[in-house]
């Protein structure tokens, strides 16, 4: 219950930042760590679940970020030669599902390539799909601009409103990472995440009391993926301009130092290292301390927590609190 | 229950099974033993889909597992443990055995991600029999303790507690006393024979002698690859194939 009262209590503080918080700078930066940390919490999923460490997971990010803002932009490209498929300029919200459930596919996709493929070949299988992504993105340039990006993508829009201001963009993504956690929640206090925790702790021990491993491991990269996706388009109709460097693979890192620091296989982790980690280095350009020194001390931060917390944040209070009840 | 028929499996070109049939009959425990290296756990793992055959045909309540995955096998009713000591470290006594209800639940994905009343209540009764589950083995009070920090016999017990999850219809049991102590084996063995109560039909690979006499209905003997023997304990323990497979010739002779 008090973890209830916990949670309500951050969600309502949370929700009255644009209240009090006038700066649209500040705002600007609360919403770009809040759409990493939704991207990060899809790749808690993977990695503290079912223990497959996606280091591709901006790929899910960036095709739901591409496909959002080309559906919502309209297009036209040569599938083969002389035959020209033409979309034209969706309401944004269909643009915003076709862009999830693009991530999903993908993730599904690789979900059933890794049905063999564990650990550091998962890795690897991931880290070539995300860059495979980013070729396509650079050199289809007839779909997706190549270099010179998707610009102009529409802001968001429900129902004829508009998320075009600071404020509420930032409700927007507060809800959404929300619905997130609530979805990972359910997910992983039941026999599917059971099933998945299962997989990542003893494959042999979980089939022979009958989980079908690959089933679970292709739920868990679609609900990542397509949770990362959501963050994408986020992203796009955010900044609404999109360009390849979304695929870069510092995002990812991004996400998995995120996870890992706020504690991976724990549900509020994800959030605790995102909020950390996407805000310090703003935090620490606010406090006038020079670019260099700026990510040295970020790096050196983010080394003493690995350090002095290799289970994460989270856990490491977690085991603070039960030692001081007990 | 369990019909092995002429089945044979192959490492390259080692013939680690070779042509072997036996039976496991409803209601009772049958033995599977033979010195290091004859084929036991290998035949275990062709039963139990871990391994694929090379040839032969293996019935289970009479429908082929041939190219079933373990975990297909699993859902027939036909569960494993394993040689090694195997359970989900990092987790506590009690999520070791809700995994081990997964086949029991019915809750799908969709549901869960949709938050439906009935997933919360269906948790609520797995929770409830894991505990009763958990209270069979003895190990009702380690239910919160991860499974790495138990002592080692208790870490055996849980193994069995998750395989009993599955609700096994027969269970195989690759060496569940192998390095506990003599009273702990006493312990595993009338647990055995509740589980026997059950209606589990069991399985059972092991070299401690004094719990395979003691327990089996029947004991099959395995030598290199080849059934060398099969009968009650007492007519096992006088066969002089057996006794030359594990003593040598000359023990044989002398014995004759």
Not at chain 1, 127 to 152: D, K, Y
Not at chain 1, 177 to 191: T, W
Not at chain 1, 197 to 219: F, H, P
Not at chain 1, 266 to 275: E, I
């Amino acid at each position: 219950m008090t973890a209830r009262l916990v949670a309500a209590a951050v969600v309502v503080a949370l929700a009255s930042i644009p209240l009090w918080m006038g700066d649209p700078y500040v705002l600007h930066v609360l919403i770009m760590a809040g759409i990493f940390t939704i991207a990060a919490m899809s790749l808690n999923l993977l990695l503290g679940y079912a223990g497959q460490l996606s280091l591709g997971h901006v790929a899910f990010f960036g095709v739901g970020a591409y496909a959002s803002a080309l559906f919502s932009l309209g297009f036209s490209v040569h599938v083969l030669p002389g035959m020209l498929l033409s979309v034209q300029p969706k309401p944004v919200w269909l643009a915003m599902f076709a862009g999830m459930l693009a991530a999903g596919l993908c993730g599904w996709f690789i979900g059933r390539i890794a049905f063999k493929v564990r650990g550091a070949y998962f890795v690897i299988v991931s880290i070539s799909f995300a860059e495979v992504a980013r070729l396509v993105a650079v050199n289809w340039v007839e779909l997706t601009q190549g270099p010179m990006a998707l610009n102009n993508i529409p802001a968001l829009s429900v129902a004829g409103f508009a998320f075009l201001r600071k404020p509420s963009v930032y409700w927007l993504v507060l809800g959404v990472a929300i619905a997130c956690f609530i979805l990972i929640a359910r997910l992983v206090h039941s026999r599917a995440g059971r099933a998945m925790v299962a997989l990542a702790e003893n494959e042999a021990l979980a089939t022979s009391v009958g989980i079908d491993v690959t089933r679970y491991l292709v739920l868990a990269t679609v609900v990542a993926a397509t949770m990362a996706g959501a963050a994408g388009v986020l992203y796009a109709h955010y900044v609404r301009i999109v360009d390849p460097d979304v695929f870069l693979f510092i995002y990812t890192v991004t996400m998995a130092i995120m996870v890992i620091t706020g504690g991976k296989g724990t549900l509020a982790g994800p959030v605790v290292g995102g909020v950390i980690f996407g805000l310090l280095p703003e935090g620490l350009r606010a406090l006038a301390i020079r670019p260099e020194t700026q990510w040295i001390v970020y790096g050196v931060l983010m080394v003493l927590v690995v350090y002095f917390l290799p289970q994460g944040i989270v856990p490491a209070l977690r085991g603070l609190r039960s030692r001081g009840g007990s | 229950m369990l019909e092995v028929r002429n089945l044979s499996v192959r490492f390259g070109g080692l013939l680690a099974l070779d042509s072997a049939s036996f039976d496991v009959r409803e209601g009772e425990v049958l033995s599977l033993i033979g010195p290091n290296g004859a084929g036991k756990t290998t035949a275990f793992n062709a039963v139990s889909g871990y391994l694929a055959a090379a040839g032969g045909q293996i019935l289970f309540r009479g429908s082929s597992l041939g190219g079933l995955r373990p975990s297909s096998i699993a859902a027939l009713g036909l569960v494993r443990t394993f040689q090694k000591t195997s359970l989900f470290g990092n987790r506590s006594a009690l999520e070791n055995v809700l995994i081990g209800l997964h086949l029991k639940a019915k809750q799908t994905p969709l549901a869960i991600l949709l938050g439906l009343p009935y997933v919360a209540r269906e948790e609520k009764t797995l929770v409830d029999e894991a505990l009763q589950i958990l209270k069979f083995v003895n190990l009702q009070q380690r239910k919160g303790e991860l499974a790495n920090s138990l002592p080692y016999g208790e870490q055996r017990l849980l193994e069995v507690a998750i395989a009993l999850a599955a609700k096994p219809k027969l269970l195989l049991l690759d060496e569940p006393v192998s390095g506990m102590n003599p009273s702990e084996t006493a312990g595993f063995m009338a647990k055995l024979g509740e589980i026997r109560a059950l209606g589990v039909t069991v399985l059972l690979v092991e070299h401690d002698m004094k719990m395979v006499m003691g327990v089996s209905d029947r004991v099959v003997c395995l030598s290199q690859g080849r059934i060398i023997a099969d009968g009650s304990p007492a007519a096992i323990q006088r066969d002089p194939e057996v006794i030359k497979a594990y003593l040598g010739e000359k023990y044989a002779r002398a014995h004759a």
